[in-house]
């Protein structure tokens, strides 16, 4: 049965999809006309209209290079920069599909290693919103049918593509024969879509099985989320490798790593990417990409590792607006985890940051409307010190709509944080906080994907 599609669009910000500065106007223009032509929501159906234009399109999906496809709630877009960073520096071309953007829609789009060309863009969106039938199709789809378009014009020897949401009913969906699939940690996100039950939740991110097809899963911490992988993957016919079984990651002094699986055993070096959390995503790529028909050695895991970039993710910011407002010895920081597992995660994390250096901890936060924001402050409500809440830019109505700071403050204190107070905006909020502490601390913007993209804008 299709899963609900979301409420109207009429009241979504303009243009949310800003193209990068300098670039000319043609692929916004279009964007903006197909998003206000063509959204649709959340509308996970894989409806015909979308497979008729496919097929006008010659089938994109059907002439990619060998596909690593991945699904999960958290985790999913860092084990796509580390397959990618590892691929890359083993030599191979690798065409890459991600979502949501931070700043610029061309994110979404790498061919061979580099972001989609304005031109190139702009050619292939024109293409599917005159083949498309008008009304009928998600503004997902339509970008998702470009992106295989732009992938199948240009040679690569990989392709990696991130699910949108869910699995099952995704509009990536279409690639009926990756080499491998893989399915990072799964919590709750997106319950009115996806279900209330990790069971269900797990059952639509297995939805990207296929027959024959190996497909490697992070350790799940639930026993029903790894109950239901396991059936789906015996009713497929689709071997399930499972982190904590057939492969390991374990992690050694310094940050090191120590991975086991169908590869063998390596010591591997710190991710470039902070967090625990991301050994262990860095582990799923390596798995996967072991059952990938690419030779990828020691070296290049190691120089990907290294070198891997993922913004919005414990990414500490150098420069920009904020970082003029803050004394000597205060650090920010940016993460756009925005649930529980994030929560979780990032508790974890900043737990080690008080052992290394006992700093004060400082959350600016701001959080769509449509979240709970208990989910990931709960977790992290005996590290902070205190908290300024601000409202998202740009997200003033429809699925957008973002908690007022005013919200946002008394969310936070309900999920256990005893100092929280509005702001009007990021830099606001940094100068209060550096004007109410004492001695240096850190600051982490945190909530949200979008405001995590807001802030990059004037901090990249």
Known sequence: MPLPASSSHASLPANPWPVAHGAREGSAAILDRIYRSYHRGIDLTLRP???ALLAKLGNPQEKLPPVLHVAGTNGKGSTVAFARAMLEAAGWRVHTYTSPHLVTFHERIRIAGRLIEEDELTDILELCEREAEPGKISFFEMTTAAAFLAFARHPADAALIEVGLGGRLDSTNVITRPAVTAIARISYDHREYLGASLAGIAREKAGIMKPGVPCYAMEQPDEEARAALRAQAAIVGAPLLYGGQDWQTQELDGGAFRFNGPQGEQNLPPPALAG???????????????????????????????????????????????IDCLPEGWELWLDGGHNDSAGTALAAELGRWRQRSPKPLYLVFGMLATRAPHELLGPMARQVDGLRAVPIPGADGGAALSLSAAEGATAAMAAGIRTAAPATDVVAAVRQLVAAGGMPGRILICGSLYLAGAVLQNHG
Do not use: K
């Not at 050695?297 to 910011?317: H, I, S």
């Open 49 to 51: 209209a979308y497979r």
């Open 276 to 322: 625990a959390h991301q050994i262990m995503n860095a582990g799923l790529a390596i798995a996967a990409l072991g059952a990938m028909p690419l030779a990828v050695p020691l070296g290049a895991m190691t120089a990907g590792l290294r070198g891997v970039d993922w913004p919005a993710r414990l990414q500490r910011l150098v420069r920009g607006p904020a």
